[in-house]
């Protein structure tokens, strides 16, 4: 819980620019397992993430690449991914 407070307040001091068009080309990745529209796949474990707020996303992915929320399916698809790449799948997420 202290992890996810300090990675909160990080971010409200971070401004970072998003680039959502950039976020939708890299989404083309995910849409196996979370689908077209963020609607997720229990059958695959995968959660729906349409709609989510971009900061949830961003601390997720973070804690994804840190290992500090493991997920084996998960990780091949994002360990390579930038901060950036971050900012631009969470703003475009965000807006399914």
């Not at 709609?51 to 493991?70: A, C, I, P, V």
């Amino acid at each position: 819980m202290k992890t996810l407070v300090l990675m909160i307040s990080l971010l409200s001091s971070v401004t970072f620019a998003a680039d959502a068009t950039n976020g939708q080309k890299l989404y083309k990745a995910c849409i196996s397992c979370h689908g077209q529209s963020g609607e997720g796949n229990p059958a695959m474990k995968a959660p729906r993430i349409g709609g989510q707020h971009d900061w949830y996303l961003l601390t997720q992915l973070n804690m994804f690449k840190s290992k500090e929320r493991k997920n084996p399916a998960m990780f091949p698809f994002i360990k390579n991914l930038s901060e950036s790449d971050f900012a631009d799948l969470s703003a475009y997420i965000s807006t399914l």
